[in-house]
Nanobody, 117 residues
Framework: QVQLVESGGGLVQAGGDLRLSCTASGNIVGPTVIAWYRQALRKPREWVASITEGGTSNYVASVKGRFTISRDNGENTVVYLQMNSLKPEDTAVYYC??????????WGQGTQVTVSS
């Protein structure tokens, strides 16, 4: 079983910054891809960014140049999402997602990010 614990959400003014963290623990055997998704009110969940075990990252176009995903492959894997120059349209619940060996998928409980205009 894999546990994901997210933190770092909150309320920030437009133009501000936040950093989200996701700590993955448990029986993780094999390569992992870790991603952040977000879901705004009354909208479908959207992929935001992902990073492989080797550090290759990808971003949705709307956050490129503003968000940075990184990971620390220690005893527990920690993934960060540094969000700069936040916009009101970034307001959403942000979810951490881990895919192990391309087979097993786990989700965190979500953390709310609210950007005021």
């Amino acid at each position: 079983q894999v546990q994901l614990v997210e933190s770092g959400g909150g309320l920030v003014q437009a133009g501000g910054d936040l950093r989200l963290s996701c700590t993955a623990s448990g029986n993780i055997v094999g390569p992992t891809v870790i991603a952040w998704y977000r879901q705004a009110l009354r909208k479908p969940r959207e992929w935001v960014a992902s990073i492989t075990e080797g550090g290759t990252s990808n971003y949705v176009a709307s956050v490129k140049g503003r968000f940075t995903i990184s990971r620390d492959n220690g005893e527990n894997t920690v993934v960060y999402l540094q969000m700069n120059s936040l916009k009101p349209e970034d307001t959403a619940v942000y979810y951490c997602n881990v895919v192990v060996r391309g087979i097993y998928t786990y989700w965190g409980q979500g953390t709310q990010v609210t950007v005021s205009s």
